[in-house]
């Protein structure tokens, strides 16, 4: 593999710490406040759909989860209920968004072997203000050389991404658990992408898309990017 990169950049969310897993408990805290109305696989297959139809308007975050989740809740349970229902939604979302960050096995140790060798960078997708919060209770923002949040992980907003580096793509590696969007963009765009999956991926990440790549590098943990590297 090639080690001679000038930028390493790192997705956030279940790269370096925790945020499906929380999406899921949310989810399922849903489908307990509509199992009288509806089961839960329909409750969440009506609320994938709302996301997906709300997503061009609201984009990602748990702002934009939140409000699918109400809109999913008033179809559900009918407008009456609902107004009670919403307030538990953004009660039990609000308590999400101010929970602690738990920081992914090994990642500090990580961060502290390469950051003196190569220029990090953080590179996320989502809600500004909700993925700024984020970073700065990860306690991880000093380690990187450039934070990126984009509104989409796609070709287009790599290449302003290492326009803004200066960076060519072949001296450029991203790191993240979401093929969608962390690996096939980049590889598209002649970088390096290497791929460390996550016990739990959001539906809309998933894709049957092939990859066939000498530039395309599969780990088991976080940890094993730093041996590559050595």
């Known amino acids: ?11 956030a969310d279940d790269t370096l710490w925790e945020n499906e897993l929380y999406y899921r408990q949310f989810e399922d805290y849903l489908c307990e406040l509509l199992k009288n109305s509806m089961p839960a696989e329909s409750v969440s297959a009506r609320l994938f759909e709302n996301e997906m139809k709300n997503m061009p308007i609201y ?6 989860v939140m409000l699918s989740m109400i809109e999913t809740a008033s179809q559900i349970a009918g407008r009456q209920e609902s107004l009670s229902l919403a ?3 953004i009660e039990r979302g609000q308590a999400i968004m101010n929970q602690n960050i738990a920081l992914l096995s090994g ?7 390469l950051k003196n060798r190569y220029r990090l960078v953080l590179a996320t997708k989502g809600d500004l203000l909700d ?19 984009m509104n989409e992980k796609d070709e287009q907003n790599y290449r302003l991404l290492l326009s803004k580096l200066n960076c060519s793509p072949d001296r450029f590696i ?10 096939i963009p980049v590889l598209k765009i002649g970088g390096f992408a290497a791929h460390i999956p996550h016990e739990y991926m959001w539906q809309h ?9 000498d530039r395309f590098i599969k780990l088991n943990a976080l940890t094993d990017i730093a041996v590559l590297l050595q």
């Open 59 to 64: 984009g990602y975050g748990l702002k934009s």
């Open 1 to 11: 593999m090639n080690k001679n990169f000038d930028y390493i950049a790192f997705d």
């Open 87 to 89: 307030g538990k939604i």
């Open 205 to 213: 990440e998933v894709t049957d898309e092939k990859i066939a790549s």
């Open 174 to 183: 991203m790191i993240g658990n979401s093929l969608k969007s962390d690996i």
């Open 131 to 149: 993925q700024s919060n984020k970073i700065e209770r990860s306690g991880l923002k000093d380690y990187f050389f450039h934070i990126e949040i």
């Open 107 to 113: 990642v500090k140790n990580v961060l502290d072997s």
